[in-house]
């Protein structure tokens, strides 16, 4: 079975920065592109940042552009986000998951597995 594990989320100041880990278990890590997503309150699911299976592609989504960084280890089955310059709309419960679809609210479908997400708060 696939697991999931977000951590690293917490209360930043605005303009601070963190970094997110996601372990992924049950699943053969390599063979995957990964995703990390955040789902703020009211709004819908956003595709945050992506990277191919080897790493040697990320694609941000223009809200985090030059702001975000995502990487993985795969000898670890780890995906990690860096945050920096972060701002208060970057305050929602963020979520990795092995893809890029696009998701209307997280968790949800078309992933049937999720982690339980860690909460990033950005606020002075």
């Known amino acids: 079975q696939v697991q999931l594990v977000e951590s690293g989320g917490g209360l930043a100041q605005p303009g601070g920065s963190l970094r997110l880990s996601c372990a992924a278990s049950?699943?053969?890590?390599?063979?995957?592109?990964m995703a990390w997503y955040r789902q703020a309150p009211g709004k819908e699911c956003e595709l945050v940042a992506t990277i191919t299976p080897t790493g040697g592609s990320t694609t941000p989504a223009d809200s985090v552009k030059g702001r975000f960084t995502i990487s993985r280890d795969n000898t670890k089955s780890t995906v990690n986000l860096e945050m920096n310059s972060l701002k208060p709309e970057d305050t929602a419960v963020y979520y990795c998951?092995?893809?890029?679809?696009?998701?209307?609210?997280?968790?949800?479908?078309?992933?049937?597995?999720w982690g339980q997400g860690t909460q990033v708060t950005v606020s002075s």
């Open positions: 049950g699943i053969t890590f390599s063979y995957y592109a």
């Open positions: 998951n092995t893809g890029v679809s696009k998701v209307s609210v997280c968790p949800g479908p078309p992933y049937l597995y």
